[in-house]
Structures are given as structure tokens and as C-alpha cells.
């Protein structure tokens, strides 16, 4: 298993562009989320899912939108970047089993706005 | 406002040091989990936590719920280089299985 993958891992935008940032996993699990992360600080979640189709606001939503057309894959869209949304991306999968309860993930993708 | 407290917020400590690391709230929580996350990477879950005042171990790891399940600690023995990372503690949002909130991080620094 390839575990969450997310790309890319690098990306500098000018204010104004559009990007998606893309993750997948392959361990069929129906939660997916997005966090960001600013410097030195803990994860803020933008955007989650539950299962293909549905998905839903996190904390910090604004500027974001989301698609959850397989199990597999959530990308995240910007579509008018501001210099407020340079930040480190993460995606997670998270699986679910009476206690057991563990979020995956991805490497990150680290997004600059100029 | 947060709804989790981490302190301290940074620790620089010497190799072979004991510490502590708290996560605190004032809300109730059916469970807890603390992850770490290295420089460039992901948080890694080290342990969920359930029950009040439940104590894991995790080798030189030793995590606490509290008794009333609004906070927890992170006791690490004999810190080495290893143990250098962002702790995170994340619970689920009361009424919002779906959501998980993270608290605001302890940067830890072990010094060889």
C-alpha cells in the first residue's frame, strides 16, 4: 500500500491563480480530510469528507472547495489565491474500528503565494 | 479560542532529560490521541486514550487521560534526539464524530 499520496509537493502561485491540490489513498477508507498547517502551529481543518459524494466545512473553509467523486481521491481547489493560503497542506485518510480510531497521512504539500 | 491548550509551547532539553507535556480544555472528550510529527512529514498517531485517567505506555512514553477526560499528559523518560518533533494532541468534536480538532502543538527539541 502506497499509504496517502498528495501532489505536488511543492508549488509557488501568484495571488490571483488557481491551483488543485491532489490526494489519494488506496486503503478504502470513507473519511478523508484536508488540514493546513502555518508555521510552528498545529492543523486547522478545512474541509472533510465522510464518503464518495458527501463532503463538508471544517474551520477554515473560505477560499477552498472540495470533490469526493471516488473513495480513492479528494482534491482540494484554490481558486483565487491569496498570500493568507501559503501554508503546508495535509491530507489524511482515517479508519475507524470500535476504539481503534487512526488518522494517515500524506506527506504534505508546502504552497507559497506571492 | 482554542479549544486545545498545549504547553508548553516549546522545550529544548538536554539528551537523557525527563518531561512533561500537557494538552488541556475545558470540554469533555470521549477520547483522545496524541501524534507526532517530524520536520517535513505528517503527524504519526502514537496512542488513542479512552477511558479516565487511563494510563499507556509507549516504551519511554507514558500518556494520561485525566479523571474527568478534559485534558492529558505526555511523559517522556530519558529523552533522546529521536524524540525531537511537533506533539500533537486531537480529539473529536463533541457532536461532530466526523470532525477531529488538533491542539496547538509542543515543539520539542532534544539536545545530543
Known amino acids: 500500500n502506497a499509504g496517502v499520496t498528495q501532489t505536488p509537493k511543492f508549488r509557488i502561485l501568484k495571488i490571483g491563480q488557481s491551483m488543485t491540490l491532489q490526494c489519494t489513498q488506496d486503503?478504502?477508507?470513507?473519511?478523508m480530510y484536508w488540514y493546513r498547517q502555518d508555521p510552528g502551529m498545529g492543523l486547522k481543518l478545512i474541509y472533510y469528507?465522510?464518503?464518495?459524494?458527501?463532503?463538508d466545512k471544517g474551520e477554515v473553509p473560505n477560499g477552498y472547495n472540495v470533490s469526493r467523486s471516488t473513495t480513492e481521491d479528494f482534491p482540494l481547489r484554490l481558486e483565487l489565491a491569496a498570500p493568507s493560503q501559503t501554508s503546508v497542506y495535509f491530507c489524511?485518510?482515517?479508519?475507524?474500528?470500535?476504539?481503534?480510531?487512526?488518522?494517515?497521512f500524506g506527506p504534505g504539500t508546502r504552497l507559497t503565494v506571492l | 479560542t482554542q479549544l486545545l491548550e498545549q504547553s508548553p509551547q516549546f522545550l529544548s532539553i538536554q539528551e537523557g532529560e525527563n518531561l512533561t507535556v500537557y494538552c488541556n480544555s475545558s470540554?469533555?472528550?470521549?477520547?483522545l490521541q496524541w501524534y507526532r510529527q517530524e520536520p517535513g512529514e505528517g503527524p504519526v498517531l502514537l496512542v488513542t486514550?479512552?477511558?479516565?485517567?487511563e494510563v499507556k505506555k509507549l516504551k519511554r512514553l507514558t500518556f494520561q487521560f485525566g479523571d474527568a477526560r478534559k485534558d492529558s499528559s505526555l511523559h517522556i523518560t530519558a529523552a533522546q534526539p529521536g524524540d525531537t518533533g511537533l506533539y500533537l494532541c486531537?480529539?473529536?468534536?463533541?457532536?461532530?464524530?466526523?470532525?477531529?480538532?488538533f491542539g496547538t502543538g509542543t515543539k520539542l527539541q532534544v539536545i545530543p
Open positions: 489524511a485518510s482515517r479508519w475507524t474500528s470500535g476504539e481503534a480510531d487512526t488518522q494517515y
Open positions: 469528507s465522510v464518503g464518495a459524494g458527501i463532503t
Open positions: 486531537a480529539v473529536h468534536i463533541s457532536g461532530g464524530y466526523q470532525k477531529v480538532t
Open positions: 486503503m478504502n477508507h470513507n473519511y
Open positions: 486514550v479512552v477511558t479516565g485517567g
Open positions: 470540554s469533555v472528550f470521549s477520547s
